[in-house]
């Protein structure tokens, strides 16, 4: 299918095939219940995958420099407990967890918007993925961003369903992912630094 379908084209052509997969599965897509599962599962998988088909979001900056403030040392911005699902590619079930973004601010002195932090997070997860790469995209997103990082960390802890509730059927296993980029790709203690924070923050929580 080359062409871009309308919302309303793509709802009615995936329903249709889902209606057929659960023929196919010895189910009866006519009886009361099912009726309009079709439609439910077709708007559900547009909605998981709409990264496919938005802009990337753009990060806002803010200058750190702005009203003298003085040259202090590189600051560390960590965004944590960003949680996030996604599909895994390979059998398009859920992953489930949590994103961790830490940053060094770079020369110029700029910092990201907090919330597009998160928009980008969503925006990569939102299709069928493997973890490994969307902490990549994540860490790429930012260094390219305007914010021209001296550094960029990102940590992926997510549970994935297609090991969770069919084949291995593990409870207990998640994945963990990191990117690194700049500083701490070079620089080990910056990279404890940041795991230091977490385990620091997780115990002071306001949340
Ligand atoms: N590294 C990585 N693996 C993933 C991710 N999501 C799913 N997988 C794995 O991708 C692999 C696909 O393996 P296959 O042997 O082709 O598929 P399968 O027969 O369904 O494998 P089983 O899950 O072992 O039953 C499995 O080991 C999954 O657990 C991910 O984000 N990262
Ligand atoms: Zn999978």
């Given at each position: 299918m080359e062409e871009t379908l309308s919302q309303e084209k793509m709802i009615e052509e995936i329903a249709k095939r889902i209606k057929e997969i659960l023929e196919i599965l010895g189910e009866n897509p006519d009886r009361?219940?099912?009726?309009e599962t079709p439609i439910r599962v077709a708007?559900?998988?547009?909605?998981?995958?709409?990264?496919?088909?938005?802009?990337?979001?753009?990060?806002?900056?803010?200058?750190?420099?702005?009203?003298?403030?003085?040259?202090?040392?590189?600051?560390?911005?960590?965004?944590?407990?960003?949680q996030f699902s996604?599909?895994?590619?390979?059998?398009?079930?859920?992953?489930?967890?949590?994103?961790?973004?830490?940053?060094?601010?770079?020369?110029?002195?700029?910092v990201a918007g907090f919330s597009k932090i998160i928009r980008i997070v969503n925006y990569y997860s939102?299709?069928?993925?493997?973890?490994?790469?969307?902490?990549?995209?994540?860490?790429?997103?930012?260094?390219?961003?305007?914010?021209?990082?001296?550094?960029?960390?990102?940590?992926?802890?997510?549970?994935?369903?297609?090991?969770?509730?069919?084949?291995?059927?593990?409870?207990?296993?998640?994945?963990?992912s990191v990117a690194t980029r700049g500083l701490f790709k070079t620089n080990a203690s910056l990279r404890n630094y940041v795991f230091r924070l977490l385990e620091v923050s997780k115990k002071s929580s306001l949340l």
């Open positions: 009361e219940g099912l009726k708007k559900a998988l547009i909605e998981m995958t709409s990264g496919l088909r938005t802009p990337k979001p753009q990060i806002k900056t803010f200058n750190l420099a702005e009203d003298g403030l003085s040259e202090e040392e590189d600051q560390i911005v960590l965004v944590k407990n960003i996604s599909l895994c590619e390979h059998h398009l079930l859920p992953i489930i967890g949590k994103i961790h973004v830490a940053y060094i601010v770079g020369p110029e002195k700029k939102s299709r069928p993925q493997i973890q490994e790469r969307l902490v990549q995209q994540i860490a790429d997103a930012l260094m390219s961003s305007d914010i021209h990082p001296k550094g960029v960390m990102v940590i992926g802890d997510a549970l994935h369903m297609c090991a969770y509730v069919r084949g291995v059927k593990d409870r207990e296993a998640s994945l963990l």
